[in-house]
């Protein structure tokens, strides 16, 4: 199983179909690794290209902190 965390060129970030702040994906995400065995999920971070870095600090700090391994990125031009 994946799942996909995705930012927009405007530096929103969308975690299971909805809209978050990071403040929220950090909870969202805290009951998404409850919720699932999580050793077993591939994260995916997709990035617009236009996406400007300082947009992902909390994001990739949230994933780090989650202990995230290996996640996989891909960027959208």
Not at 7 to 19: E, M, R, S, W
Not at 24 to 37: G, L, P, R, T, V
Not at 44 to 73: E, H, S, Y
């Amino acid at each position: 199983m994946f799942t996909t965390v995705t930012v927009d060129a405007d530096g929103k970030l969308y975690f299971q179909n909805k809209q978050l702040s990071p403040a929220q994906f950090k909870n969202e995400f805290a009951n998404y690794i409850c919720d699932h065995d999580f050793k077993y999920h591939a994260v995916t971070l997709r990035i617009d290209g236009k996406c400007q870095f300082g947009d992902l600090q909390p994001i990739l700090k949230i994933l780090n902190d989650a202990k995230v391994t290996d996640p996989i990125f891909s960027v959208r031009n």
